[in-house]
């Protein structure tokens, strides 16, 4: 999956977020960096951050993903 669809999505979904990615299709990385993330537990981060990806893992056209959140 193309990495500037994967920023759109999470752009959407999480106004104000940076995404920085590492690696390629088959090892890819993500860190999402918002202010958004203030307060929220861990888990709950990676669920606004995984959530607008769901029809797309289920579809199979993003099948690995890594993701670390922080907060800005």
């Given amino acids: 999956m193309d990495k500037e669809l994967i920023r759109e999505i999470i752009s959407s979904a999480i106004p104000n977020s940076k995404c920085v990615f590492e690696g390629d299709s088959c090892n890819l990385k ?23 990806l769901k029809e797309h893992f289920e579809s199979g056209t993003l099948h690995a993903l890594s993701i670390e959140t922080k907060t800005s």
């Fill in 30 to 52: 993500l860190m999402v960096i918002s202010g958004s993330f203030n307060g929220i537990s861990l888990i709950k981060q990676h669920k606004m951050v995984l959530s607008p």
